[in-house]
Each structure stands twice: as structure tokens, then as C-alpha cells.
């Protein structure tokens, strides 16, 4: 079974710095998705990065870029110049490529809460 | 623009009780899928659904069962409901396609008595 691993419950970061979120999952497959859900405290879950595993090149989505590793098993989602608007539960999860009937659903982290400090 | 829609954001019911948790997508999705939400646990998946009246269990499915009668519905029954069910509910749906992500509708926050 695939399991994904969020090392940070908390970060902490100053207003327009930059903060770095890690994840790390584990799995025999070659090919998968990646991607970063952010849940602000509307608890509405929002897309924040999707990340194919066959494309080499990391994603980038504006303030937000993704270091991905396949080698090491990492996917770690960086914010440059954060935003009060950042503060939020983040979570990294996984999903495997399916062929034919039945779906995996995604398998998430427990989730790294983003402060923001003013 | 998608919508996954709960019947509920507030729930309160009574230890023994049968609920009913509703989730209607409007994207056509073939993929719905039932979570919880517990502090420090992340999402873990209940059930899930790849096609009408098709159903799977997810990690954790055990005091609860799913209904999914038409494409656009799935249901989360808890069929007697008890203090530890007390969580965030998340539904989310997928298309069948490969790299798209979930969908999440805006959860519902039950509180068992």
C-alpha cells in the first residue's frame, strides 16, 4: 500500500519569505500523480500543484513550485513570497495510474498547518 | 465551473442514529469517494465508487456503508451512529481520466451525542 509522510505539522513562516513544505510517500509503481491540496479554514480543499511522475521537470503554478524527486521518493512544495492568504492546512497525496474498472482514490499526509506571520 | 456539493456543512445526531451524509457532483464524474478528517490523522478513505450502484471499501470502512443509486449521488450511511464518528466528512469526485485531481465538496462537520 502507498503511504505518504508529512514530517511538519507546523511551519511557521514571516510574511514574504519564502517556506518549503515536505512530503515524501512511498510506493512500487512508476508511474503516478502527485499533487499539494491546500484547506484554508473555510475547510474548502483547493488544487494548489499537480505533478506527473514521468515528466521530469518540476511544476510551477505562479508563488508555488514543487522540488520533486522520484529517486528519493520527494515531493516538497515551496511558496515564495507568502501571503497572509497562505495561512492553511496543506497536504501532499498521492495517485496511482489505474487501468480498467476500479479507481484508487488519493492517499493524502496528515497535512502540514502554515502559519503566517505578519 | 465543477461543484461537489454536501448536504450539510453542521451536523448533530444522537448515539444510535441513522444518518445519512449526501454528496451530488454535477461534472459527470465516474469517481466518488467518501473521507474522513480527523486532527493529526489526515484524510483517510471510507468508500469509494468508480460507476453507479458499484462500490469499494476504502482503509477505514467499518460502522459505515455507501449508496450510490444514480451517477451524480453518493451517500455515506452511518447505520448507528456512535461518539467515535464524531469528524469532518469529505466527499470528492474524479473523472475517469488519469490526470485530473479530486474534486472536494466543502465538508460536513458531524458531531455525534
Known amino acids: 500500500a502507498q503511504t505518504v509522510t508529512q514530517s511538519q505539522p507546523e511551519m511557521s513562516v514571516q510574511e514574504a519569505e519564502t517556506v518549503t513544505l515536505s512530503c515524501t510517500y512511498d510506493?512500487?509503481?512508476?508511474?503516478?500523480?502527485l499533487f499539494w491540496y491546500k484547506q484554508p479554514p473555510s475547510r474548502q480543499m483547493i488544487l494548489v500543484i499537480r505533478?506527473?511522475?514521468?515528466?521530469?521537470q518540476n511544476a510551477t503554478e505562479n508563488r508555488f513550485s514543487v522540488n520533486f524527486q522520484k529517486a528519493a521518493k520527494s515531493f516538497s512544495l515551496k511558496i515564495s513570497d507568502s501571503q497572509l492568504g497562505d495561512a492553511a492546512m496543506y497536504f501532499c497525496?498521492?495517485?496511482?495510474?489505474?487501468?480498467?474498472?476500479?479507481?484508487?482514490?488519493?492517499?493524502f499526509g496528515k497535512g502540514t498547518h502554515l502559519i503566517i506571520q505578519p | 465551473d465543477v461543484k461537489v456539493t454536501q448536504s450539510s456543512r453542521y451536523l448533530v445526531k444522537r448515539t444510535g442514529e441513522k444518518v445519512f451524509l449526501e454528496c451530488v457532483q454535477d461534472?459527470?464524474?465516474?469517481?466518488m469517494f467518501w473521507y474522513r478528517q480527523d486532527p493529526g490523522l489526515g484524510l483517510r478513505l471510507i468508500y469509494f465508487?468508480?460507476?453507479?450502484?458499484?462500490?469499494e471499501k476504502g482503509d477505514i470502512p467499518e460502522g459505515y456503508s455507501v449508496s450510490r443509486e444514480k451517477k451524480e449521488r453518493f451517500s455515506l450511511i452511518l447505520e448507528s451512529a456512535s461518539t467515535n464518528q464524531t469528524s469532518m466528512y469529505l466527499c470528492?469526485?474524479?473523472?475517469?481520466?488519469?490526470?485530473?485531481?479530486?474534486?472536494f465538496g466543502q465538508g460536513t462537520r458531524l458531531t455525534v451525542v
Open positions: 505533478q506527473e511522475a514521468y515528466k521530469q
Open positions: 461534472m459527470d464524474h465516474e469517481n
Open positions: 470528492a469526485s474524479m473523472p475517469g481520466q488519469l490526470n485530473t485531481e479530486a474534486f
Open positions: 497525496a498521492y495517485r496511482p495510474t489505474v487501468s480498467g474498472g476500479g479507481a484508487d482514490g488519493l492517499t
Open positions: 510506493t512500487s509503481e512508476s508511474d503516478y500523480y
Open positions: 465508487s468508480y460507476d453507479v450502484k458499484m462500490k
